[in-house]
C-alpha cells in the first residue's frame, strides 16, 4: 500500500522513532526517572518566540540494554535543536559528558527527500546503575506546531511533566488523550506577566505494540496543546482556536500553490473527458489516468511540505505526493466541469478529530473530495490499485477537511467500505486420484480484497517465486501443495475485479486409512489463525477492511467410491462477523458451500471474547471432514 | 563498519594522453530501442548499464586523479518499473569533484524530457554512507526509457569494487577499467565473463562485456549477495606492488595498539578483581573478561576518530569496532591470555578473496583465543566466547600473531556437533478425545542456544511474545498454554555451551480431527511449522546451510483405552544424502515403535556439513523437505470392536 504523508511535523515522528526504537525494550531494564518538558513562549509585535526545554533523566537497571544509550534527536527546517548537554553519572558518582554529536540524514522508504536531520549521540560509560542526564533546547519556528506531549513511553517512566508558560494576552487549548488509567495532575499559576499551566504524572507503566492492533497514539497517554490566540492592540488574532482558524491556514497555503501553465493539463484532462458522456465516468477515468500516469514520489521541504506542487508540474514530471496527486485532480476535475475540492485528513493512524484539537496533528495526508450526482465521493491518487469510488483504504472513517472556497469548508466522515464490496468469491473443483489432490481454483476479488492482493503481488513477492507467494499467502492446503498455471488479470485501478486461476496438486492431505479415505474440503483456512490472547493482549485489534468470501468447493466422488459420512451444516453469527458451512451430496459430486464474513473494522477489548467464540467455531468446522469408502 | 584504509605512496610516472571520459557522452537524439517480447514483459530491463574507472596521471603533476563515470539507459514497462528506477542516489563518498550530472527520459512517443538541475537535492551525512546527491527521474511513464549518465572525480585510492548484478535484468553491461601506464590489475568475480585488453584514445585498459546479465535470486540456503558478479581492481602509482606488501601494510595499520607491551594500570586491577576466586584456564579468563566488556561498553559506528583511541575509550567505555579490540588486548594481555585479532567479512555479503587485496572485504574484527580454539565476536551484545559466529563461518580470514604476522585461514567450528535440538514430548488425550495434551522438554545447543537467548533477552516484547508461540509449537492454531518455562536464559553461561531449557504443556483440539467414530490424530503438526524448499526454477547458488546442525526427538503417544490405532506407516520416512564414501553428509529418519497402548516415534535428523554442492541440491531438499512431510503424517484412532 502507497501510504502517503504530506508533512509529518518533527514531534510526531520522534514519537513514533522512539516507539519503533523503544521496541527493543523488555522487561525493567532501563527506566526514565524523568521526562519533563517546559515551554515557554514569549511574544512580541506579533512574533512569537516558542522554546522547549527538554530534561530527561533515565537510569539502567542492568547492563543487558546498553544500547539505550544511542540517542537521536530529530529536527527540521521548522525547529533548531541547541544547547545540548548529555551527562552519564556512574554509580561511583563520577561524570562523563558527552564530547561527540553528529548530525546526520536518514533515507526512509516513503519519503524521498526530507529536510529533516537528526542529531546523534551516544552516553558515555554506562552500565548497570548509571543515570544518564539529557538537557536541550528545542527552538520552534512556526507557532502552528506546539506538538504533543506524551505521559508514557516505551521503558516505565517515574516521573513525568510538562509546563507552559505563556504571557496574559495568549490563550491557550489543551486536549489529554487516554489519560483514564493514568491520574494527571494540572495546575494553573499565575505570575506578574503570564501562565503557568502544569501537568504531572507519577509511575506510568511501559508501552509496547501489539501485532494488528491501532497505532500508538491510540492508546499511549499523551496531550496536545496549541496556541488559540492572542490580544494585541485590543483586537483578538486567532492561530488555532478552531477548525475555522486552522483551514484559514491551510487556505493561506494553498493560495500558493502555482497555477501557471495549466494548457497542458487542461489539455489532457479535455481529451479525456471528452471520450465520456457521464460526469461519473469522466471523472472515473482522469483518476485512472492519475493513477496509471503519476508515480508516488515524495518530498518533505520546510513549508513546502504543506503546499501541493503545480499542476504543471506534476504532469510534466510524472511524479508526486499525495497533495501533489490531489492537487492535480482537483484541478483536472473542475477543468471538466466536475465539482471537486482538496481535502485535509488524517490517516487511521491519526485518533483525532478536528474539532477536538485542530491543529495539523489531526492529519497527515490529503485527497480530493468530488461531488457528483449530490454524492461526495473521496478519491485518493496514492493508492494505485484503488477503483475510482471506493476511499483508500486506511482513510476510512476518518474525517475530512473538504476546503470548499477559501473562507468555506465543510467536516465530512469518509464512509467505511461495506463488506460485500471487498469479496473474494472461491470456486474450487477438486478431484482425487492416485493418493493426492488435484485441484483447480479461480479467485475473483473485488474491493480492498483486490487491492491487497494486488499490493503483496508485485511487491512484497520481490524475492520469492510466485508459487512460494502463493503458498505463503493463501496458504492452501498444506505446504507441499503445487500452484502451476498461475494466471493474474490486469492489476490496474480501471479494472473493476481482479481474477487470480491456478491448478492445485496436493500431496500428503488425503487420508487413506484401511478401507477409508478421509478427505477435508477445507483447503483454505482462512482466519483460523486470528484467535486473540486475551489474557495478554492490551488494545483492540485492527482490520483493515470489511470483506466477505464465499466459497463453492465441488469434489468429484472418484469412481467406485461413496460417500459414508458427510459433515452436518454449521452456520454462526456473531457481533459483526459469522460463517456458514453446508455440504451436499448431488449427482457423484459432493458440494461444499462456506461463506466468511467480517464487519468491522475494529474488535474492541469487551469483544475479545465473542471474537474467539467466532475464530473457535471456525477452526471447529474447518475440522469436518467428508469420508469415502469404496 | 568502515574498511580498513591502506596508504600508499604515489612515485611518478608519465602520460601524455587525454581522459577517455571528456569525450563520452550519451546520444544526441536519442530514440527507443527496439526489444524482444520476451524482455518488453520485464517490469524493467537496462538496456545498458556501463561503468568508466579510469585513473589519470598527467604530466605535470605527481598525483594521481581517479574519475567515475557510469551511464545507464532502462526501459521501464509498469509502475513497479517505474518506482524501481525513478530515484536516483549518487553517492559522493570521496567525491572531489562532480564532472557532470544529467538525466532524461525518452516517452514511448519520442519525447525527451531532460532532468532539470535545479531539482538535485543534496543530502549530507547519510546513516554510515555518506553524502549523497539525489533526484527523482523527471517525465518517466510506462514503456519510456531512463537515461542518466554522471562523471564524478573521485580522491585518489588505489583500490575499488563494484557489484555488476542488480535487481533488475541488464541486457548488456559494460565495464572499462583504464590505467594508462599505471600499474592496475582488475578481477571479475561470480561471472564467467574476462576482461579483454583495449586502448581508450591510445591509453591502455581493459574491458568487461556481459550480456543479458540476470538479476540474482534470493533463494534460501544461499549466499545470495555475496555470489553475485562482482569486480574488484587496483591501480598504484608505482611499480611492483604485491597482495602481499598490501596485506602487511593493513597489518601495521591496524595492529597499532592491538597488543599493549603493558596493560594499562587500571585494566590491570580491573582484571585482577574480575578473575578472582575464578577458575585460571583460557576459557575462563577469556569468557569473564568478555562479559564484563560487554556490559560496560558500547560499540559506535560513527565518525568520531576518538573512538579507537584507547586512552578515550577506556575513559568513555565507547569504541569503533576497531578500538574496542584494543580494549580486549589490554584486559587480555593483563590476564595473560594469548590471543589473534582476525579480520574478515561476513560470509553472507562477501567472501575474502587472499589472493587479491581488496579493503572492501576487511569488515569484521573478532579475536580468537588460540588454547581454547574459540572467539570472542566484540561488537555483538548477543554473542560469548564461543565458536566463531555463523555469519563469519566459512569465510577466510586474516589472523594476526603477536609478532604481526599474519596467516589466511578458512574459518571453522571447533566441535561440529556444536548446534543441536533435543526434544522429548508425551502426548496424551483428555476424556472424549475432545483435546491432545503436550508435556514437552527441549535442550537448544549451541547457535541454538544464542539465537534463543539473543531473542528473550533484548527483543521487543511483541517479537519475544511470537518466540514463545514457536517455542511451544508453532503452527497449532488453537494451542492453550497451560505452562512453559525456561532454564539458562541469561546470555552469560560460563559453561561451554550450556544448553537453552525449555519445558511446556500445551493442549491443542485442532489436532484431533473428527472422521465418522474415529478420530484422526495429526502427530506431524506436533514437531512445528517445517520450512519446505520450493524449486520451479533451476537452483542458482550452491547450498549454504547456517551451520551444521542435529535434531533428536522422542514423541511417546498414549493411546486412549478402548481405541486402537491404524496408518502408523506414514511414520516411517528416510531420506539422506551420502558422500562419496557412502558416508550421511544429512539426513531425515522417522521410525516408531508400539508397545501396548505406548507408540514411540523417534526422529533424527542432521546436516553434518554447512556446504553443498549446487549438484547435490535435489538429495539435500529431500532430506530438507522430509521434515515437512513428518509435519502431515497423522494416525488414525479407531474403536476396538
Given at each position: 500500500?502507497?501510504?502517503?504523508y504530506?508533512?509529518?511535523?518533527?514531534?510526531?515522528?520522534?514519537?513514533?522513532?522512539?516507539?519503533?526504537?523503544?521496541?527493543n525494550?523488555?522487561s525493567?531494564?532501563?527506566?526514565?526517572?524523568?521526562r519533563?518538558e517546559?515551554?515557554?513562549?514569549?511574544?512580541?509585535?506579533?512574533?512569537?518566540?516558542?522554546?522547549k526545554?527538554?530534561?530527561?533523566?533515565?537510569?539502567?537497571?542492568?547492563a543487558?540494554?546498553?544500547?539505550?544509550?544511542?540517542?537521536m534527536?530529530?529536527?527540521d527546517?521548522?525547529?533548531?535543536l541547541?544547547?545540548?548537554e548529555?551527562?552519564?553519572?556512574?554509580?561511583?558518582?563520577?561524570t562523563?559528558?558527552?564530547?561527540?554529536?553528529?548530525?546526520?540524514?536518514?533515507?526512509?522508504?516513503g519519503?524521498?527527500?526530507?529536510?529533516?536531520q537528526?542529531?546523534?549521540f551516544?552516553?558515555p560509560?554506562?552500565?548497570?546503575?548509571?543515570?544518564?542526564?539529557?538537557?536541550y533546547?528545542?527552538?520552534?519556528?512556526?507557532?502552528?506546531?506546539?506538538?504533543?506531549?506524551?505521559?508514557?513511553?516505551?521503558?516505565?517512566?517515574?516521573?513525568?511533566?510538562?509546563?507552559?508558560?505563556?504571557?496574559?494576552?495568549?490563550?491557550?487549548?489543551?486536549?489529554?488523550?487516554?489519560?483514564?488509567?493514568?491520574?494527571?495532575?494540572?495546575?494553573?499559576?499565575?505570575?506578574?506577566?503570564?501562565f503557568v499551566?502544569?501537568?504531572s504524572?507519577?509511575?506510568?507503566?511501559?508501552?509496547?505494540?501489539?501485532?494488528?492492533?491501532?497505532?500508538?497514539?491510540?492508546y499511549?497517554?499523551?496531550?496536545?496543546?496549541?496556541i488559540?490566540?492572542?490580544?494585541?492592540?485590543?483586537?483578538?488574532?486567532?492561530?488555532?482556536?478552531?477548525v475555522?482558524?486552522?483551514?484559514?491556514?491551510?487556505?493561506?497555503?494553498?493560495?500558493?500553490?502555482?497555477?501557471?501553465?495549466?494548457?497542458?493539463?487542461?489539455?489532457?484532462?479535455?481529451?479525456i473527458?471528452?471520450?465520456?458522456?457521464?460526469?461519473?465516468?469522466?471523472?472515473?477515468?482522469i483518476?485512472?489516468?492519475?493513477q496509471?500516469?503519476?508515480?508516488?514520489?515524495?518530498?518533505?521541504?520546510?513549508?513546502g511540505?504543506?503546499?501541493?506542487r503545480?499542476?504543471?508540474?506534476v504532469?510534466?514530471?510524472?511524479?508526486?505526493?499525495?497533495?501533489?496527486?490531489?492537487?492535480?485532480l482537483?484541478?483536472m476535475?473542475?477543468?471538466?466541469?466536475?465539482?471537486?475540492?482538496?481535502?485535509?485528513?488524517?490517516?487511521?493512524?491519526r485518533?483525532?478529530?478536528?474539532?477536538?484539537v485542530?491543529?495539523?496533528?489531526?492529519?497527515?495526508?490529503?485527497?480530493?473530495?468530488?461531488v457528483?450526482?449530490?454524492?461526495t465521493?473521496?478519491?485518493?491518487?496514492?493508492?494505485?490499485?484503488?477503483?475510482?469510488?471506493?476511499?483508500?483504504?486506511?482513510?476510512?472513517?476518518?474525517?475530512?477537511?473538504i476546503?470548499?472556497?477559501?473562507?468555506?469548508?465543510?467536516l465530512?466522515k469518509?464512509?467505511?467500505?461495506?463488506?460485500?464490496?471487498?469479496?473474494?468469491?472461491v470456486?474450487?473443483?477438486?478431484?482425487f486420484?492416485?493418493?493426492?489432490?488435484?485441484?483447480?481454483?479461480?479467485?475473483?476479488?473485488?474491493?480492498?480484497e483486490?487491492?491487497?492482493f494486488?499490493?503483496?503481488?508485485?511487491?512484497?513477492?520481490?524475492?520469492?517465486?510466485?508459487e512460494?507467494?502463493?503458498?505463503?499467502?493463501?496458504?492452501?492446503?498444506?505446504?507441499?501443495?503445487?500452484?502451476?498455471?498461475?494466471?493474474?488479470?490486469?492489476?490496474?485501478?480501471?479494472?473493476?475485479?481482479?481474477t487470480?486461476?491456478?491448478d492445485?496438486?496436493?500431496?500428503?492431505?488425503?487420508?487413506?486409512?484401511?478401507?477409508?479415505?478421509?478427505?477435508?474440503?477445507?483447503?483454505?483456512?482462512?482466519?483460523?489463525?486470528?484467535?486473540?490472547?486475551?489474557?495478554?493482549?492490551?488494545?483492540?485489534?485492527?482490520i483493515?477492511?470489511?470483506?466477505?468470501?464465499?466459497?463453492?468447493?465441488?469434489?468429484?466422488?472418484?469412481?467406485?467410491?461413496?460417500?459414508?459420512?458427510?459433515?452436518k451444516?454449521?452456520?454462526?453469527?456473531?457481533?459483526?462477523?459469522?460463517?456458514?458451512?453446508?455440504?451436499e451430496?448431488?449427482?457423484?459430486?459432493?458440494?461444499?458451500?462456506?461463506?466468511?464474513?467480517?464487519?468491522?473494522?475494529?474488535?474492541?477489548?469487551?469483544?475479545?471474547?465473542?471474537?474467539?467464540?467466532?475464530?473457535?467455531?471456525?477452526?471447529?468446522?474447518?475440522?469436518?471432514s467428508?469420508?469415502i469408502?469404496? | 563498519?568502515?574498511?580498513v584504509?591502506?596508504?600508499?605512496?604515489?612515485?611518478?610516472?608519465?602520460?601524455?594522453?587525454?581522459?577517455?571520459y571528456?569525450?563520452?557522452?550519451?546520444?544526441?537524439?536519442p530514440?527507443?530501442?527496439?526489444?524482444?517480447?520476451?524482455?518488453?514483459?520485464k517490469?524493467?530491463?537496462?538496456?545498458i548499464?556501463?561503468?568508466?574507472?579510469?585513473?589519470?596521471q598527467?604530466?605535470?603533476?605527481?598525483?594521481?586523479?581517479?574519475?567515475?563515470?557510469?551511464?545507464?539507459?532502462?526501459?521501464?514497462?509498469?509502475?513497479k518499473?517505474i518506482?524501481?528506477?525513478?530515484?536516483v542516489?549518487?553517492?559522493?563518498?570521496?567525491?572531489?569533484?562532480?564532472?557532470?550530472i544529467?538525466?532524461?527520459?525518452?516517452?514511448?512517443?519520442g519525447?525527451v524530457?531532460?532532468?532539470?538541475?535545479?531539482?538535485?537535492?543534496?543530502?549530507?551525512?547519510?546513516?554510515?554512507?555518506?553524502?549523497?546527491?539525489i533526484?527523482a527521474?523527471?517525465?518517466a511513464?510506462?514503456?519510456?526509457e531512463?537515461?542518466?549518465?554522471?562523471?564524478?572525480e573521485?580522491?585518489?585510492?588505489?583500490?575499488?569494487?563494484?557489484?555488476?548484478?542488480?535487481?533488475?535484468?541488464?541486457?548488456?553491461?559494460?565495464?572499462?577499467f583504464?590505467?594508462?601506464?599505471?600499474?592496475?590489475?582488475?578481477?571479475?568475480?561470480?561471472?564467467t565473463?574476462?576482461?579483454e585488453?583495449?586502448?581508450?584514445?591510445?591509453?591502455?585498459g581493459?574491458?568487461?562485456?556481459?550480456?543479458?546479465?540476470?538479476?540474482?535470486?534470493?533463494?534460501?540456503?544461499?549466499?545470495?549477495?555475496?555470489?553475485?558478479?562482482?569486480v574488484?581492481?587496483?591501480?598504484?602509482?608505482?611499480?611492483?606492488?604485491?597482495?602481499?606488501l598490501?596485506?602487511?601494510?593493513?597489518?601495521?595499520?591496524?595492529?597499532?595498539?592491538?597488543?599493549?607491551?603493558?596493560?594499562n594500570?587500571?585494566?590491570?586491577?580491573?582484571?585482577?578483581e574480575?578473575?578472582?576466586g575464578?577458575?585460571?584456564?583460557?576459557?575462563?579468563?577469556?569468557?569473564?573478561?568478555?562479559?564484563?566488556?560487554?556490559?560496560?561498553?558500547?560499540?559506535?559506528?560513527?565518525?568520531?576518530?576518538?573512538?579507537?583511541?584507547?586512552?578515550?575509550?577506556?575513559?568513555?567505555?565507547s569504541?569503533?569496532?576497531?578500538g574496542?579490540?584494543?580494549?580486549?588486548?589490554?584486559f587480555?594481555?593483563?590476564a595473560?591470555?594469548?590471543?589473534?585479532?582476525l579480520?574478515?567479512?561476513?560470509?553472507?555479503?562477501?567472501?575474502?578473496?587472499?589472493?587479491?587485496?581488496?579493503?572492501?572485504s576487511l569488515?569484521?574484527?573478532?579475536?580468537?583465543i588460540?588454547?581454547?580454539?574459540?572467539?570472542?565476536?566484540?561488537d555483538?551484545?548477543?554473542?560469548?566466547?564461543?565458536?566463531?559466529?555463523?555469519?563469519?563461518?566459512?569465510?577466510?580470514?586474516?589472523?594476526?600473531?603477536?609478532?604481526l604476522?599474519?596467516?589466511?585461514?578458512?574459518?571453522?567450528?571447533?566441535?561440529?556437533?556444536?548446534?543441536?535440538?533435543?526434544?522429548?514430548?508425551d502426548?496424551?488425550?483428555?476424556?472424549?478425545?475432545?483435546?491432545?495434551?503436550?508435556?514437552?522438554?527441549?535442550?537448544?545447543?549451541?547457535?541454538?542456544?544464542?539465537?534463543?537467548?539473543?531473542?528473550?533477552?533484548?527483543a521487543?516484547?511483541?517479537?519475544?511474545?511470537?518466540?514463545?508461540d514457536?517455542?511451544?509449537?508453532?503452527?497449532?492454531?488453537?494451542?492453550?498454554?497451560?505452562s512453559?518455562?525456561?532454564?539458562?536464559?541469561?546470555?552469560?553461561?560460563l559453561?561451554?555451551?550450556?544448553?537453552?531449557?525449555?519445558?511446556?504443556e500445551?493442549?491443542s483440539?485442532?489436532?484431533?480431527?473428527?472422521?465418522g467414530?474415529?478420530?484422526?490424530?495429526?502427530?506431524?503438526?506436533?514437531?512445528?511449522?517445517?520450512?519446505e524448499?520450493?524449486?520451479?526454477?533451476?537452483?542458482?547458488?550452491p547450498?549454504?546451510?547456517?551451520?551444521p546442525?542435529?535434531?533428536?526427538?522422542?514423541?511417546?503417544?498414549?493411546i486412549?483405552?478402548?481405541?486402537?490405532?491404524?496408518?502408523?506407516?506414514?511414520?516411517l520416512?528416510?531420506?539422506e544424502?551420502?558422500?562419496?564414501?557412502?558416508?550421511?553428509?544429512?539426513?531425515?529418519?522417522?521410525?516408531?515403535?508400539?508397545?501396548?497402548n505406548?507408540?514411540?516415534?523417534?526422529?533424527?535428523e542432521?546436516y553434518?556439513?554447512?556446504?553443498?554442492?549446487?549438484a547435490e541440491?535435489d538429495?539435500?531438499?529431500?532430506?530438507?523437505?522430509?521434515?515437512?512431510?513428518f509435519?502431515?503424517?497423522?494416525?488414525?484412532?479407531?474403536?476396538?470392536?
Open positions: 500500500m502507497t501510504t502517503s504530506i508533512k509529518f511535523p518533527y514531534f510526531i515522528l520522534f514519537l513514533f522513532a522512539s516507539i519503533c526504537f523503544a521496541q525494550d523488555n525493567e531494564d532501563y527506566q526514565f526517572l524523568e519533563n517546559h515551554i515557554t513562549i514569549q511574544l512580541e509585535k506579533g512574533e512569537f518566540t516558542i522554546v526545554n527538554i530534561h530527561e533523566r533515565a537510569e539502567y537497571i542492568t543487558k540494554k546498553l544500547y539505550f544509550a544511542n540517542e534527536l530529530r529536527f527546517s521548522f525547529t533548531k541547541e544547547d545540548i548529555a551527562i552519564t553519572h556512574l554509580p561511583d558518582g563520577k562523563v559528558e558527552v564530547d561527540y554529536i553528529e548530525t546526520k540524514h536518514e533515507f526512509d522508504d519519503i524521498f527527500y526530507s529536510d529533516q537528526t542529531k546523534n551516544t552516553f560509560a554506562v552500565t548497570k546503575g548509571a543515570i544518564t542526564d539529557l538537557k533546547k528545542e527552538i520552534i519556528s512556526d507557532p502552528h506546531f506546539l506538538g504533543l506531549f506524551r505521559f508514557g513511553t516505551f521503558a516505565p517512566t517515574k516521573k513525568a511533566e510538562l509546563t507552559i508558560e505563556f504571557p496574559k494576552n495568549i490563550q491557550i487549548g489543551y486536549r489529554e488523550f487516554h489519560t483514564e488509567n493514568v491520574p494527571v495532575n494540572f495546575t494553573k499559576e499565575e505570575t506578574k506577566n503570564s499551566y502544569r501537568w504524572v507519577e509511575n506510568v507503566s511501559k508501552f509496547t505494540g501489539e501485532e494488528d492492533s491501532e497505532a500508538a497514539l491510540y499511549l497517554p499523551h496531550i496536545i496543546i496549541h488559540k490566540n492572542y490580544e494585541e492592540n485590543g483586537k483578538t488574532i486567532p492561530v488555532l482556536s478552531n475555522t482558524d486552522l483551514y484559514s491556514w491551510y487556505a493561506s497555503l494553498a493560495k500558493q500553490v502555482d497555477e501557471n501553465d495549466l494548457e497542458k493539463v487542461y489539455q489532457i484532462a479535455e481529451s473527458a471528452s471520450k465520456h458522456t457521464t460526469d461519473r465516468d469522466k471523472a472515473e477515468a483518476f485512472n489516468w492519475v496509471g500516469n503519476i508515480t508516488y514520489v515524495a518530498f518533505e521541504d520546510g513549508l511540505g504543506f503546499i501541493p503545480g499542476a504543471a508540474s504532469c510534466k514530471n510524472r511524479y508526486g505526493d499525495c497533495k501533489d496527486m490531489a492537487n492535480l482537483y484541478v476535475l473542475n477543468h471538466v466541469g466536475i465539482p471537486s475540492y482538496r481535502a485535509w485528513i488524517g490517516t487511521r493512524d485518533p483525532y478529530l478536528y474539532e477536538e485542530p491543529t495539523p496533528m489531526v492529519d497527515n495526508h490529503m485527497i480530493t473530495a468530488t457528483i450526482d449530490n454524492d465521493i473521496f478519491i485518493d491518487g496514492t493508492d494505485s490499485y484503488v477503483n475510482f469510488g471506493m476511499p483508500s483504504s486506511f482513510t476510512q472513517t476518518k474525517e475530512a477537511l476546503g470548499i472556497t477559501p473562507e468555506q469548508f465543510i465530512k469518509v464512509p467505511k467500505l461495506a463488506s460485500e464490496k471487498s469479496k473474494a468469491i470456486n474450487t473443483s477438486i478431484s486420484e492416485d493418493g493426492r489432490i488435484n485441484a483447480k481454483e479461480e479467485r475473483l476479488l473485488t474491493g480492498y483486490k487491492v491487497d494486488v499490493t503483496g503481488y508485485l511487491y512484497k513477492k520481490k524475492d520469492i517465486t510466485e512460494e507467494f502463493l503458498n505463503t499467502t493463501l496458504a492452501l492446503g498444506n505446504n507441499k501443495t503445487k500452484y502451476q498455471n498461475i494466471k493474474v488479470s490486469p492489476v490496474e485501478s480501471q479494472y473493476k475485479s481482479l487470480v486461476s491456478y492445485l496438486v496436493i500431496e500428503n492431505y488425503v487420508k487413506t486409512i484401511g478401507s477409508k479415505t478421509i478427505l477435508n474440503l477445507n483447503i483454505d483456512r482462512a482466519l483460523s489463525k486470528q484467535k486473540i490472547d486475551v489474557k495478554s493482549r492490551k488494545y483492540t485489534k485492527k483493515d477492511h470489511q470483506f466477505q468470501k464465499e466459497y463453492t468447493t465441488t469434489f468429484t466422488i472418484p469412481d467406485g467410491y461413496k460417500v459414508t459420512s458427510l459433515p451444516p454449521i452456520t454462526y453469527d456473531g457481533k459483526a462477523y459469522g460463517f456458514a458451512i453446508s455440504h451430496e448431488k449427482d457423484g459430486k459432493v458440494i461444499q458451500h462456506k461463506t466468511i464474513y467480517v464487519n468491522t473494522l475494529r474488535v474492541e477489548k469487551e469483544d475479545f471474547e465473542a471474537w474467539n467464540t467466532f475464530v473457535k467455531k471456525l477452526i471447529k468446522a474447518y475440522k469436518k467428508i469420508i469408502e469404496k | 563498519m568502515r574498511t584504509i591502506v596508504i600508499l605512496l604515489c612515485l611518478c610516472s608519465t602520460q601524455a594522453f587525454s581522459q577517455y571528456k569525450d563520452y557522452d550519451w546520444e544526441k537524439s530514440k527507443l530501442h527496439k526489444l524482444s517480447e520476451q524482455d518488453a514483459n517490469s524493467s530491463i537496462a538496456i548499464e556501463k561503468y568508466i574507472i579510469e585513473y589519470y598527467s604530466e605535470l603533476s605527481d598525483a594521481i586523479r581517479k574519475f567515475e563515470t557510469n551511464h545507464s539507459i532502462t526501459r521501464v514497462h509498469d509502475e518499473g518506482k524501481m528506477h525513478n530515484r542516489y549518487i553517492p559522493m563518498y570521496n567525491v572531489k569533484d562532480i564532472v557532470s544529467k538525466a532524461r527520459t525518452i516517452s514511448p512517443d519525447k524530457t531532460l532532468l532539470n538541475k535545479d531539482n538535485i537535492k543534496e543530502v549530507k551525512n547519510v546513516e554510515e554512507y555518506g553524502d549523497f546527491k533526484f527521474i523527471e517525465g511513464q510506462k514503456d519510456s531512463i537515461e542518466v549518465l554522471y562523471t564524478l573521485k580522491q585518489y585510492s588505489a583500490f575499488g569494487r563494484q557489484t555488476l548484478q542488480q535487481d533488475y535484468p541488464i541486457k548488456t553491461l559494460e565495464y572499462h583504464i590505467t594508462g601506464d599505471l600499474e592496475g590489475r582488475i578481477k571479475p568475480y561470480n561471472t565473463g574476462n576482461f585488453k583495449k586502448t581508450y584514445n591510445d591509453r591502455a581493459l574491458q568487461l562485456i556481459l550480456n543479458d546479465v540476470i538479476p540474482m535470486v534470493e533463494e534460501e540456503y544461499s549466499t545470495a549477495d555475496a555470489n553475485k558478479s562482482v574488484a581492481y587496483q591501480c598504484f602509482g608505482q611499480k611492483g606492488v604485491t597482495d602481499s598490501l596485506w602487511n601494510n593493513v597489518v601495521s595499520n591496524i595492529s597499532e595498539g592491538m597488543f599493549p607491551e603493558t596493560p594500570a587500571a585494566v590491570k586491577d580491573l582484571v585482577a574480575i578473575l578472582k575464578q577458575k585460571e584456564d583460557d576459557f575462563t579468563k577469556a569468557y569473564l573478561i568478555d562479559d564484563y566488556i560487554k556490559k560496560n561498553y558500547t560499540v559506535i559506528d560513527n565518525n568520531n576518530a576518538q573512538l579507537s583511541n584507547i586512552d578515550y575509550i577506556l575513559k568513555n567505555k569504541a569503533s569496532d576497531l574496542i579490540v584494543k580494549v580486549y588486548g589490554h587480555l594481555t593483563a595473560d591470555v594469548e590471543y589473534l585479532p579480520i574478515t567479512a561476513n560470509v553472507y555479503q562477501q567472501k575474502l578473496d587472499p589472493e587479491f587485496f581488496n579493503p572492501n569488515r569484521e574484527f573478532l579475536i580468537y588460540p588454547k581454547t580454539g574459540n572467539y570472542i565476536t566484540p555483538r551484545i548477543d554473542y560469548r566466547l564461543s565458536e566463531i559466529p555463523f555469519y563469519i563461518l566459512g569465510n577466510n580470514a586474516m589472523y594476526i600473531s603477536k609478532k604476522e599474519f596467516s589466511f585461514y578458512k574459518t571453522a567450528l571447533s566441535d561440529p556437533d556444536y548446534s543441536r535440538v533435543v526434544r522429548n514430548m502426548i496424551s488425550f483428555e476424556d472424549e478425545l475432545e483435546a491432545a495434551t503436550i508435556v514437552q522438554q527441549q535442550e537448544y545447543y549451541g547457535y541454538w542456544s544464542i539465537t534463543n537467548r539473543a531473542v528473550l533477552n533484548l521487543p516484547d511483541q517479537s519475544i511474545k511470537e518466540f514463545e514457536y517455542l511451544t509449537g508453532s503452527g497449532i492454531e488453537d494451542k492453550v498454554v497451560k512453559y518455562t525456561t532454564k539458562n536464559k541469561d546470555i552469560a553461561q559453561e561451554y555451551n550450556k544448553p537453552f531449557i525449555v519445558n511446556s500445551i493442549t483440539e485442532s489436532l484431533l480431527e473428527e472422521a467414530d474415529s478420530y484422526i490424530f495429526q502427530v506431524g503438526k506436533v514437531i512445528g511449522t517445517q520450512s524448499l520450493y524449486q520451479e526454477t533451476k537452483r542458482v547458488n547450498i549454504l546451510m547456517q551451520y546442525n542435529q535434531y533428536d526427538y522422542e514423541i511417546t503417544v498414549t486412549p483405552d478402548g481405541y486402537e490405532v491404524e496408518g502408523l506407516e506414514s511414520l520416512i528416510k531420506k544424502l551420502l558422500d562419496e564414501e557412502g558416508k550421511q553428509k544429512c539426513k531425515f529418519e522417522s521410525n516408531y515403535t508400539l508397545e501396548g505406548k507408540l514411540t516415534i523417534t526422529i533424527q542432521f553434518k556439513v554447512s556446504e553443498y554442492d549446487i541440491y538429495e539435500f531438499r529431500n532430506v530438507i523437505n522430509a521434515a515437512s512431510d509435519n502431515k503424517a497423522a494416525i488414525l484412532m479407531n474403536p476396538k470392536e
